[in-house]
């Protein structure tokens, strides 16, 4: 029996960002492997469901990381809409070795973590209004699914999304509510980022955008600082065109080269016909906004949810350890 001394990264939703869980250096190895156990697989078909990891009380079999693998590859994509791929042998399998370990990593630690709250008396996790949310997620989940989801899949889904729910509960409940953030920490982080919250120099701008060289022409004829947001409505056939063809606030870099002559005209100041993919471009400034650094004030929010953030993943990294020591994680056997 093995222990794994890495600490799972932080995530409620409880999903693919446990992959700090290292799972190969776990003696841990899933059916891609060449190696199970420092045996050779003769065909990765054999393990079937034989291959389990045992956490506390809980089985992790072979099945259920295959599973777990079909359901992630159904979520990214419409699998109809896939370029088909050659068929690359045992390059594939090595190629999605990394995945499945990622998958195990996620399944180990929402068991470990769920066996390891159960043990806290003070969390009443057997309440029944704590499965409301899941269940009526489930439901809803396999009635989209009800034609290809047999009953085993039905009750993988549910175990799933209710042991992620009362993880999520635990930890907003028993975990995090603790967290305590003074105004003085904020300060302090302020101080300690300035350069976080500068502001590069940027520009304002109006822009027409025209689909030929000779409308372009005509256009930029006609404008002036008076009657360039009125062609701009009429004629630009870029999106912003409806709003006077106003850009911006942007940063150098921010938008696409064509863009950056903007930052060498003087407020008012037509450009000159700019060629890019889109077409034909003219530009005029409307406002030049020096560098500057953002007040604590205008950034209180988002250094409050940082810091937050920061706490959060400290506690949970801490539980996480209890969880280690206290829950044996035993490797998978293979049995042929």
């Avoid at 045996?39 to 078909?45: I, L």
């Avoid at 539980?319 to 293979?334: F, G, S």
Wanted: hydrophobic letters at 35%; one cysteine or more.
């Amino acid at each position: 029996m093995r222990k794994s001394s890495y600490i799972l990264a932080y995530t409620i939703c409880f999903g693919i960002g446990a992959y700090a869980w290292r799972v190969k250096n776990s003696g841990i190895t899933v059916a891609t492997d060449h190696q199970v156990n420092g045996e050779s697989a003769r065909n990765s078909e054999h393990l079937g469901s034989y291959t389990y990891i045992k956490v506390g009380d809980e089985t992790i079999s072979q099945e259920d990381i295959d599973w777990e693998f079909k359901q992630h590859l159904d979520t990214m994509s419409d699998r109809d809409a896939l370029t088909p791929i050659p068929d690359l042998g045992d390059r594939y399998a090595q190629e999605l070795t990394p995945l499945k370990r990622a998958l195990i990593g996620t399944a180990i630690e929402r068991k470990l973590l769920f066996a390891f709250l159960k043990r806290d008396h003070t969390f009443d996790y057997e309440q029944p209004s704590r499965y409301m949310k899941c269940l009526a997620e489930w439901q809803e989940t396999t009635k989209m699914a009800e034609t290809t989801s047999n009953r085993a899949d039905r009750d993988r889904i549910k175990a799933r999304l209710c042991e992620r729910s009362i993880l999520s509960q635990y930890l907003q409940e028993k975990l995090f509510a603790e967290i305590k953030i003074e105004e003085r920490d904020l300060l302090e982080y302020y101080k300690n980022h300035l350069s976080d919250f500068k502001v590069p120099e940027q520009v304002k701008i109006r822009h027409i955008l025209a689909a030929n060289e000779a409308s372009a022409k005509t256009l930029k004829a006609q404008a002036n600082s008076q009657n360039f947001e009125a062609l701009a409505r009429q004629y630009s056939i870029a999106p912003e065109g409806a709003h006077g063809g106003i850009l911006g606030p942007f940063s150098k870099g921010a938008m696409p080269a064509v863009f950056e002559v903007a930052f060498h005209l003087k407020p008012g100041e037509i450009s000159e016909l700019l060629k890019s993919n889109y077409g034909y471009h003219i530009i005029q400034v409307i406002q030049h906004l020096p560098k500057q650094q953002r007040s604590f004030q205008e950034v209180r929010s988002q250094i409050e949810a940082t810091v937050r953030r920061n706490r959060q993943e400290d506690i949970y990294s801490k539980w996480v350890e209890k969880a280690l020591a206290a829950i044996d994680v035993t490797t998978p056997k293979a049995i042929w």
